[in-house]
T-cell receptor, first 110, second 115 residues
Framework: TQLLEQSPQFLSIQEGENLTVYCNSSSVFSSLQWYRQEPGEGPVLLVTVVTGGEVKKLKRLTFQFGDARKDSSLHITAAQPGDTGLYLCAGGSTLGRLYFGRGTQLTVWP | GAVVSQHPSRVICKSGTSVKIECRSLDFQATTMFWYRQFPKQSLMLMATSNEGSKATYEQGVEKDKFLINHASLTLSTLTVTSAHPEDSSFYIC???????????FGQGTRLTVV
C-alpha cells in the first residue's frame, strides 16, 4: 500500500517551461520532505515543510504543504536541463520514519 | 546539511556469500538509522528502522534473518545481506536522523550485484 501518491510519474518538458508535481495522501504527516535523486546516488534533501499551508521557495522551486498536512506540491518555474532527476516526496511520522511516494522522473530537454 | 557516508558504493559478490554495508554519520549523532532498498526506476522502500542500542524494527515482508542490521553506536549502522542471491541485487540506501532533527540525511547508496 502506497501511503503517498505522487503524480505525474514521468514528465518530459522543454527548457523554459513550468511544471508542478503533486504528492497526495489520506494520512496526516508531521512533516513532508522533498528530495531529488540522481542515478546511482542517494536522495538529496531539497526542503522540509512542517506547518499546514506553509510555502517555501528555493530559487525557481516553490514548495507548498496543504492546510490539512496531507498533501504537497512542488512547482518549478522556467525549468532547466540541470533540473532533470527523480523527485521524491516523503511524509514523516512522529517516530521519524519516512514514507516515500513513487517519485516523478523529470526530464528537461535543451 | 549533515553528512552521512555509506560504504562501499559498489559491491559484487558470489551467490551464497554475505555482504556487509556500512552507514556512518560523520558530524552528528544518529539516534535512528533507516535502511531502504530501491529497484531500477522505482522509489525507495523502507526495509527497517534501527535505534542505537536496540533491535531493528523490520517492515512487513522483510526477512530479518537475511538482512541483519546492527546499530551499536551513535555513528555507525551496518546492514549484512546473508547468503546473498541474485534477486537480492539492488540499490541499498541508508539514512540517519539525530534526536533533535526533523530531517533524515541519506548516504550515497550501495549498488549490490550478486552473481
Amino acid at each position: 500500500t502506497q501511503l503517498l501518491e505522487q503524480s505525474p510519474q514521468f514528465l518530459s518538458i522543454q527548457e523554459g517551461e513550468n511544471l508542478t508535481v503533486y504528492c497526495n495522501s489520506s494520512s496526516v504527516f508531521s512533516s513532508l520532505q522533498w528530495y531529488r535523486q540522481e542515478p546511482g546516488e542517494g536522495p538529496v534533501l531539497l526542503v522540509t515543510v512542517v506547518t499546514g499551508g506553509e510555502v517555501k521557495k528555493l530559487k525557481r522551486l516553490t514548495f507548498q504543504f496543504g492546510d490539512a498536512r496531507k498533501d504537497s506540491s512542488l512547482h518549478i518555474t522556467a525549468a532547466q536541463p540541470g533540473d532533470t532527476g527523480l523527485y521524491l516526496c516523503a511524509g514523516g511520522s512522529t517516530l521519524g520514519r519516512l514514507y516515500f511516494g513513487r517519485g516523478t522522473q523529470l526530464t528537461v530537454w535543451p | 546539511g549533515a553528512v552521512v557516508s555509506q560504504h562501499p558504493s559498489r559491491v559484487i559478490c558470489k551467490s551464497g556469500t554475505s555482504v556487509k554495508i556500512e552507514c556512518r554519520s560523520l558530524d552528528f549523532q544518529a539516534t535512528t538509522m533507516f535502511w531502504y532498498r530501491q529497484f531500477p526506476k522505482q522509489s525507495l522502500m523502507l526495509m527497517a528502522t534501527s535505534n542505537e542500542g536496540s533491535k531493528a524494527t523490520y517492515e512487513q515482508g522483510v526477512e530479518k534473518d537475511k538482512f541483519l542490521i546492527n546499530h551499536a553506536s551513535l555513528t555507525l549502522s551496518t546492514l549484512t545481506v546473508t547468503s546473498a542471491h541474485p534477486e537480492d541485487s539492488s540499490f541499498y540506501i541508508c539514512s540517519a536522523k539525530g534526536f533533535l532533527n526533523t530531517e533524515a540525511f541519506f548516504g550515497q547508496g550501495t549498488r549490490l550485484t550478486v552473481v
